[in-house]
């Protein structure tokens, strides 16, 4: 068995973590579980680094077992997908105020998703990975993916349309305006 280089490690964690936590955040949508999600995942990480043949693909095994993790800690928890909130806006304001109303109920219709929805829609638009290499980091098919970012973007859609009608599919950034059948 090779043995572990624990510099290389260390190097790959100082060089990827800002993005790795990035993309846990927006997997669980709190800065301090995205932090717990993220140390456990390195931990798996550093554990399988002697089995790694490739080092270069450190981040994408990284991102597959933070994706597979939130998954396993949501169906565990028994997640109701219910957030706290001190207020909510009566009405969507117009100049800065409706940008960051809109980014805030964007932010809450997507932790409102199912885990693997969310995670499909994190990994392919906010992370801007490729539907095989989304595919790739949920241990799934490509057409699961295709599936899940479509039935996501459904919610989305209706979950925002619900408060902003028409206006919906303006809310969801460019890279979210997926056509869908």
């Known amino acids: 068995m090779p043995r572990r280089d624990p510099a290389a490690f260390a190097e790959f964690v100082a060089a990827r973590s800002p993005a790795l936590h990035r993309a846990a ?6 800065r301090q579980l995205a932090q717990d999600l993220l140390q456990e995942s390195l931990t798996k990480t550093y554990v399988a680094w002697p089995r790694l043949r490739d080092h270069g693909k450190a981040e994408a095994y990284t991102r597959k077992v933070i994706t597979t993790t939130a998954i396993t800690w ?7 997908a219910e957030r706290p909130t001190e207020s909510l806006p009566d009405t969507v304001a117009g100049g800065h105020d409706d940008a960051v109303t809109q980014r805030e109920w964007l932010w809450t219709a997507l932790q409102e998703l199912p885990p693997r929805q969310r995670a499909a829609i994190v990994l ?18 490509v057409g699961t993916v295709k599936s899940q970012v ?23 950034p460019p890279t979210l305006m997926v056509v869908t059948p």
């Open 25 to 30: 955040y927006l997997m669980v949508g709190e």
């Open 74 to 80: 949501y169906r565990r928890r028994s997640w109701n």
């Open 124 to 141: 392919r638009f906010y992370e801007d990975l490729t539907e095989a290499q989304t595919a790739e980091a949920m241990d799934c098919a």
């Open 150 to 172: 479509s039935a996501g973007l459904a919610k989305l859609r209706d979950r925002l349309g619900d408060r902003f009608g028409e206006h919906a599919d303006d809310l969801l």
